[in-house]
């Protein structure tokens, strides 16, 4: 993959987290220049999806919350972890961490305030849990950044299983 490739996932990967942690109260979206950006970009690229055609014709000043099913629309035809439903975001975060568009601290947050009860998590949760225990357990600086570098490896290949 070329790097204008890897900017250009990056870019669809960052609108993916935006598009799934949107919040109507404190008005934190995704700038919708930015998403229309991204889909002229696709399109740039043959990969020209009903979808993304569709985001690629919106103006800027298009309301996000009335595109909003449109750019999940775009983003589940572009390949991204949504898996039919912006309710779920977990695989938009498990993707978001793995290519390190989020800190161990953003990641760490979000994943211990929805995790179930040990008896309830599924594999990956239950292997993230023991591999955050072992990072916190460790007071060697390049041992925790060893430890997150696997986190981050597994976050990675969790999607493509």
Known sequence: MSSD???????????ALQVVTADEQT??????RDAI???V??????????????VARLRPAASFWESRAMLIDML????????????DPYWIWIDAFGNRLLT?????????????AWESQGPLDQQLVTMLAER?????PGRKSTVERRMRQVARRARRH
């Not at 008005?27 to 919708?32: E, S």
């Not at 589940?76 to 309710?87: F, N, R, T, V």
């Not at 161990?104 to 179930?116: D, M």
């Not at 916190?136 to 060697?140: G, L, P, Q, V």
């Open 37 to 39: 950006a991204v889909a």
């Open 136 to 140: 916190d357990s460790e007071t060697d």
């Open 104 to 116: 161990i601290g953003q990641f760490e947050l979000w994943f211990y305030e929805r995790l179930p």
């Open 27 to 32: 008005m934190r979206v995704p700038k919708m």
């Open 41 to 54: 970009a696709l399109l740039a690229t043959g990969s020209d999806t009903p979808a993304t055609v569709e």
């Open 76 to 87: 589940i035809e572009q390949g991204m972890p949504i898996h039919g439903s912006a309710d």
């Open 5 to 15: 490739a890897d900017d250009l996932q990056a870019r669809l990967r960052q609108l």
